[in-house]
Protein backbone atom coordinates (compact mmCIF):
# COMPACT_ATOMS: atom_id res chain seq x y z
CA UNK A 1 0.00 0.00 0.00
CA UNK A 2 2.88 2.69 1.04
CA UNK A 3 4.44 1.59 -2.34
CA UNK A 4 1.66 2.07 -4.65
CA UNK A 5 0.85 5.42 -2.52
CA UNK A 6 4.26 6.88 -3.28
CA UNK A 7 3.78 5.66 -6.63
CA UNK A 8 0.70 7.72 -7.54
CA UNK A 9 2.43 11.14 -5.50
CA UNK A 10 5.88 11.30 -6.97
CA UNK A 11 3.98 12.08 -10.88
CA UNK A 12 2.66 15.00 -8.78
CA UNK A 13 5.44 15.94 -6.95
CA UNK A 14 7.44 15.97 -10.06
CA UNK A 15 5.09 18.62 -11.33
CA UNK A 16 5.15 20.49 -8.71
CA UNK A 17 8.82 20.42 -8.56
CA UNK A 18 8.59 21.51 -12.47
CA UNK A 19 6.05 24.23 -12.17
CA UNK A 20 8.19 26.10 -9.67
CA UNK A 21 11.48 25.88 -11.55
CA UNK A 22 9.44 27.51 -14.44
CA UNK A 23 8.35 30.30 -11.74
CA UNK A 24 12.21 30.86 -10.87
CA UNK A 25 13.40 30.70 -14.46
CA UNK A 26 10.82 33.51 -15.68
CA UNK A 27 11.58 35.59 -12.80
CA UNK A 28 14.86 35.58 -13.44
CA UNK A 29 14.53 36.10 -17.01
CA UNK A 30 11.94 39.22 -16.38
CA UNK A 31 14.57 40.59 -13.75
CA UNK A 32 17.04 40.39 -16.51
CA UNK A 33 14.98 42.29 -18.96
CA UNK A 34 13.93 45.02 -16.81
CA UNK A 35 16.99 45.45 -15.73
CA UNK A 36 18.39 49.02 -17.00
CA UNK A 37 21.13 48.94 -19.06
CA UNK A 38 23.79 51.93 -18.99
CA UNK A 39 23.34 54.44 -21.51
CA UNK A 40 24.55 57.56 -22.09
CA UNK A 41 21.71 59.00 -21.37
CA UNK A 42 21.55 57.24 -18.32
CA UNK A 43 25.21 57.92 -17.27
CA UNK A 44 24.43 61.95 -18.10
CA UNK A 45 21.64 61.80 -15.72
CA UNK A 46 23.65 60.19 -12.69
CA UNK A 47 26.04 62.93 -13.36
CA UNK A 48 23.12 65.44 -13.16
CA UNK A 49 22.27 63.82 -9.85
CA UNK A 50 25.52 64.49 -8.22
CA UNK A 51 26.17 67.71 -9.43
CA UNK A 52 26.55 68.49 -6.01
CA UNK A 53 30.23 66.99 -6.43
CA UNK A 54 30.45 67.03 -9.67
CA UNK A 55 30.80 69.66 -10.88
CA UNK A 56 33.49 71.29 -8.30
CA UNK A 57 35.38 68.45 -10.17
CA UNK A 58 34.34 70.01 -13.67
CA UNK A 59 35.53 73.41 -12.29
CA UNK A 60 38.93 71.28 -11.09
CA UNK A 61 39.18 69.96 -14.53
CA UNK A 62 38.93 72.81 -16.35
CA UNK A 63 41.45 74.92 -14.78
CA UNK A 64 43.96 72.38 -14.47
CA UNK A 65 43.58 71.24 -18.15
CA UNK A 66 43.63 75.69 -18.86
CA UNK A 67 47.22 75.79 -16.89
CA UNK A 68 48.71 72.45 -18.31
CA UNK A 69 48.30 74.12 -21.98
CA UNK A 70 49.34 77.28 -20.65
CA UNK A 71 52.28 75.99 -19.08
CA UNK A 72 53.01 73.44 -22.13
CA UNK A 73 53.01 76.31 -24.46
CA UNK A 74 55.62 78.20 -22.43
CA UNK A 75 57.98 75.69 -21.69
CA UNK A 76 57.94 73.94 -25.20
CA UNK A 77 61.57 74.02 -27.01
CA UNK A 78 62.77 76.34 -24.01
CA UNK A 79 65.22 74.61 -22.73
CA UNK A 80 67.35 73.87 -26.71
CA UNK A 81 66.37 77.94 -27.17
CA UNK A 82 68.06 78.95 -23.97
CA UNK A 83 71.03 76.43 -24.61
CA UNK A 84 71.19 78.37 -28.02
CA UNK A 85 71.26 81.64 -26.64
CA UNK A 86 73.44 81.60 -23.93
CA UNK A 87 75.98 79.87 -25.89
CA UNK A 88 75.76 82.66 -28.02
CA UNK A 89 75.85 85.34 -25.39
CA UNK A 90 79.00 83.33 -23.64
CA UNK A 91 81.26 83.43 -27.33
CA UNK A 92 80.07 86.81 -27.96
CA UNK A 93 81.29 88.25 -24.69
CA UNK A 94 84.47 86.10 -24.98
CA UNK A 95 85.77 88.08 -28.05
CA UNK A 96 85.16 90.25 -25.39
CA UNK A 97 82.59 92.24 -26.55
CA UNK A 98 80.60 93.25 -23.63
CA UNK A 99 78.63 95.84 -25.24
CA UNK A 100 77.20 92.95 -28.15
CA UNK A 101 76.25 90.94 -25.53
CA UNK A 102 74.70 93.20 -23.52
CA UNK A 103 72.60 94.26 -26.40
CA UNK A 104 71.64 90.80 -27.24
CA UNK A 105 70.19 90.13 -23.61
CA UNK A 106 67.93 93.42 -24.07
CA UNK A 107 66.61 92.50 -27.25
CA UNK A 108 65.51 88.89 -26.24
CA UNK A 109 62.48 87.67 -24.75
CA UNK A 110 63.97 84.34 -22.54
CA UNK A 111 64.14 84.00 -19.34
CA UNK A 112 67.62 83.35 -19.38
CA UNK A 113 68.60 86.83 -21.30
CA UNK A 114 66.64 88.81 -18.15
CA UNK A 115 69.20 86.32 -16.08
CA UNK A 116 72.26 87.25 -18.10
CA UNK A 117 71.47 90.82 -18.39
CA UNK A 118 71.14 91.62 -15.03
CA UNK A 119 74.78 90.04 -14.38
CA UNK A 120 76.30 91.68 -17.13
CA UNK A 121 75.45 95.09 -15.16
CA UNK A 122 78.11 94.45 -12.47
CA UNK A 123 81.64 94.65 -13.13
CA UNK A 124 84.69 94.15 -11.28
CA UNK A 125 82.90 92.17 -8.25
CA UNK A 126 83.51 89.08 -6.83
CA UNK A 127 83.02 85.56 -7.81
CA UNK A 128 80.69 84.88 -5.33
CA UNK A 129 78.78 88.16 -5.73
CA UNK A 130 78.15 87.08 -9.35
CA UNK A 131 76.67 83.89 -8.17
CA UNK A 132 74.47 85.67 -6.10
CA UNK A 133 72.89 87.92 -8.34
CA UNK A 134 72.85 85.11 -10.76
CA UNK A 135 70.83 82.49 -8.08
CA UNK A 136 68.35 85.51 -7.11
CA UNK A 137 67.66 85.59 -10.70
CA UNK A 138 67.23 82.13 -11.41
CA UNK A 139 65.18 82.20 -8.59
CA UNK A 140 62.77 84.83 -9.91
CA UNK A 141 62.85 82.79 -13.17
CA UNK A 142 62.01 79.24 -11.87
CA UNK A 143 58.86 80.96 -9.76
CA UNK A 144 57.14 82.58 -12.94
CA UNK A 145 57.85 79.06 -14.51
CA UNK A 146 55.75 77.45 -11.48
CA UNK A 147 53.10 79.75 -12.42
CA UNK A 148 49.74 78.32 -11.88
CA UNK A 149 51.15 74.80 -11.32
CA UNK A 150 50.16 74.65 -7.53
CA UNK A 151 46.00 74.70 -9.08
CA UNK A 152 46.70 71.88 -11.00
CA UNK A 153 48.87 70.05 -7.43
CA UNK A 154 45.52 71.29 -5.65
CA UNK A 155 43.31 69.46 -7.70
CA UNK A 156 44.94 66.22 -7.68
CA UNK A 157 45.25 66.19 -4.17
CA UNK A 158 41.09 67.65 -3.58
CA UNK A 159 39.58 65.44 -6.53
CA UNK A 160 39.46 62.37 -4.46
CA UNK A 161 38.03 63.89 -1.65
CA UNK A 162 35.58 65.50 -3.55
CA UNK A 163 34.31 62.24 -4.93
CA UNK A 164 34.00 61.02 -1.50
CA UNK A 165 32.29 63.20 -0.55
CA UNK A 166 29.86 62.60 -3.68
CA UNK A 167 30.05 58.88 -2.92
CA UNK A 168 28.40 59.87 1.17
CA UNK A 169 25.79 62.11 -0.20
CA UNK A 170 24.58 59.77 -2.59
CA UNK A 171 24.62 56.81 -0.36
CA UNK A 172 22.94 59.20 2.31
CA UNK A 173 20.04 59.56 -0.50
CA UNK A 174 19.70 56.25 -1.09
CA UNK A 175 19.02 55.33 2.60
CA UNK A 176 16.63 58.19 2.75
CA UNK A 177 14.55 56.69 -0.43
CA UNK A 178 14.42 52.95 0.97
CA UNK A 179 13.42 54.24 4.19
CA UNK A 180 10.53 56.51 2.57
CA UNK A 181 9.63 53.95 -0.12
CA UNK A 182 6.84 51.47 0.28
CA UNK A 183 8.23 48.24 -0.98
CA UNK A 184 10.85 47.60 -3.93
CA UNK A 185 13.87 46.43 -2.03
CA UNK A 186 17.39 47.43 -4.08
CA UNK A 187 15.51 48.71 -6.71
CA UNK A 188 14.70 52.27 -4.80
CA UNK A 189 18.01 52.32 -3.91
CA UNK A 190 19.76 51.30 -7.14
CA UNK A 191 20.01 55.13 -8.91
CA UNK A 192 21.37 56.81 -5.47
CA UNK A 193 23.82 53.79 -5.35
CA UNK A 194 25.19 54.37 -8.91
CA UNK A 195 25.18 58.40 -8.59
CA UNK A 196 27.57 57.68 -5.44
CA UNK A 197 29.80 55.16 -7.70
CA UNK A 198 29.66 57.95 -10.52
CA UNK A 199 30.88 60.47 -8.16
CA UNK A 200 33.74 58.23 -6.87
CA UNK A 201 34.86 56.97 -10.05
CA UNK A 202 34.76 60.66 -11.63
CA UNK A 203 36.90 61.64 -8.50
CA UNK A 204 39.60 59.37 -8.89
CA UNK A 205 39.72 60.15 -13.11
CA UNK A 206 40.09 63.78 -12.21
CA UNK A 207 42.91 63.10 -9.49
CA UNK A 208 45.23 61.00 -11.37
CA UNK A 209 44.68 63.19 -15.09
CA UNK A 210 45.69 66.23 -12.36
CA UNK A 211 48.42 64.35 -10.74
CA UNK A 212 50.22 63.52 -14.30
CA UNK A 213 49.90 66.75 -15.32
CA UNK A 214 51.22 68.12 -12.37
CA UNK A 215 54.29 65.44 -12.05
CA UNK A 216 55.14 66.27 -15.36
CA UNK A 217 55.33 69.82 -15.40
CA UNK A 218 57.23 70.19 -12.15
CA UNK A 219 59.72 67.85 -13.97
CA UNK A 220 59.84 69.93 -16.89
CA UNK A 221 60.62 73.11 -14.55
CA UNK A 222 63.43 70.91 -12.78
CA UNK A 223 64.97 70.54 -16.29
CA UNK A 224 64.72 74.67 -17.58
CA UNK A 225 66.05 75.44 -13.97
CA UNK A 226 69.12 72.94 -14.39
CA UNK A 227 69.71 74.56 -17.74
CA UNK A 228 69.81 78.17 -16.35
CA UNK A 229 72.00 76.55 -13.44
CA UNK A 230 75.09 75.14 -15.84
CA UNK A 231 74.41 78.57 -18.04
CA UNK A 232 74.92 81.03 -15.21
CA UNK A 233 78.17 79.00 -14.61
CA UNK A 234 79.52 79.55 -18.26
CA UNK A 235 78.38 83.12 -17.75
CA UNK A 236 81.15 83.30 -14.22
CA UNK A 237 83.94 81.38 -16.50
CA UNK A 238 83.54 83.74 -18.86
CA UNK A 239 83.62 87.03 -17.20
CA UNK A 240 85.97 85.54 -15.26
CA UNK A 241 88.13 84.78 -18.45
CA UNK A 242 87.00 88.00 -19.96
CA UNK A 243 88.27 90.55 -16.40
CA UNK A 244 92.02 88.41 -16.33
CA UNK A 245 92.41 88.62 -19.70
CA UNK A 246 92.32 92.19 -19.14
CA UNK A 247 93.92 92.49 -16.65
CA UNK A 248 96.92 90.69 -18.07
CA UNK A 249 96.88 92.80 -20.75
CA UNK A 250 96.70 96.01 -18.51
CA UNK A 251 100.24 94.49 -16.84
CA UNK A 252 101.37 94.04 -19.90
CA UNK A 253 101.11 97.26 -21.96
CA UNK A 254 102.50 98.85 -18.23
Not at 14 to 41: F, G, K, R, W
Amino acid sequence: MAGSRLACEQPAINQTISQTNNQTNNHTNDSEDDAPMLTAEHLIDLIVMGWLSNIPLAIGSIVTLGVFFDRWRTFRGLAETSKRFASDVIATLALPDLIAARRKCEMSELPIAKIFNEALRWENIAVEDYDRVLATMRAEASADLRRGIWMVGTVGSLAPFVGLFGTVVGIIRAFGDLAGGEGGGFSVVASSLSEALVATAAGLAVAIVALSFYNYLNTRVGAIAAVYARASERLVQAIIYVETGATRSAGDAG
